[in-house]
């Protein structure tokens, strides 16, 4: 729902990743980082965990300053603002004027403090592709998206909707509105049956069915579509501003392929038949009515 939120809005992401954390480690651990540069002008924080888990752990957002994001914080005068809620947390943070650069431009952590190893947690779903809370892992998600001047869009198109299908694959970067040629692309894909592919570099100089070298878009294609389905397309681009500050982005797209339907076979269709002897049995009733008329107003002249 969060990728579905950042492009409605039109936002990018930063980074967006599922981490299991170990909490036999007490000393802090950085689960994950985003970096925010000076082309960015508003960001949006998501933080994912499971309640019941909380007791043995502290969760916290540090700005590049050092400074803990708590509610009531403010970054270079502006007011830092948060909504919490059963499973997540969300803070969003207006970046000030350029003046403040060093409150938040740089890399921006959510770090854990374990308070100990859980016991196991009544209530909490365990299965082989979940954390088992009684050994000590816990799920934490984290997932950043900007408004920014410094964009990547993507796109992913097949040659058709059948499997075979050619998939094309293209990213282009752009700062204020101008191409930014110093960045990469690469692509991550899954198949419908979880395959990985990748990751596939995608490619800006003239060759590999890129039109023109060095105008910030990034192509390259794709061929292992037997399957039919959906295939998983995750962007990973990393670029930089006209300020030389890293600005990497995030995307995911879908491309899905289905065998052509075949044509119904046309069943008997008993009514029909009927319905077509029904019809010439009237019209020889017809005849025959017309006949009996012929002759018998034919023996009456007589």
Known sequence: YFKIFANA??????????????????????????????????????????????PYYALELISPSGQIIIPGVSIGGVAVHELARDTYRLV????????????????????????GLPKKVPGVATHD????????????????????DYRMAVSATASSMQPGARINLNAS???????????????TITSPSGTVYGPLSLYDD?????????????????????ESGS??????????????????REATRYV???????????????PCHILKWLWTVVIALLLLGLWCCYRKRGSLIV
């Not at 802090?28 to 499971?50: E, H, W, Y």
Request: some cysteine.
């Open 9 to 54: 809005t039109g936002m990018d992401l930063v980074v967006d990743p599922t981490v299991p954390v170990n909490l036999n480690n007490t000393a802090p651990i950085v689960v994950q980082q985003a970096a925010i540069t000076s082309s960015d002008k508003s960001a949006t924080f998501l933080v994912l965990d499971v309640p019941s888990l909380r």
């Open 92 to 115: 969003r943070v207006v970046f000030p004027s350029l003046a403040h650069t060093s409150d938040y431009v740089g890399l921006w952590q959510l770090r854990l403090t374990a308070k």
């Open 129 to 148: 592709n979940a954390p088992m809370p009684n050994a000590g892992i816990v799920p934490i998600g984290f997932a950043a998206a900007v408004s920014s």
């Open 173 to 187: 970067f752009s700062d204020r509105g101008w191409p930014a040629a110093n960045a990469q692309a690469r692509v």
């Open 206 to 226: 003239g060759t590999h069915d890129d039109s023109e070298a060095g105008d910030a878009a990034f192509t390259s294609y794709f061929m292992q579509t037997a």
């Open 231 to 248: 295939y998983k397309l995750f962007y990973q681009g990393q670029g930089y501003n006209d300020r030389g500050e890293l600005a990497p």
């Open 256 to 270: 899905s392929l289905v065998p052509p339907t075949p044509p119904e076979r046309e069943e008997d269709c008993i």
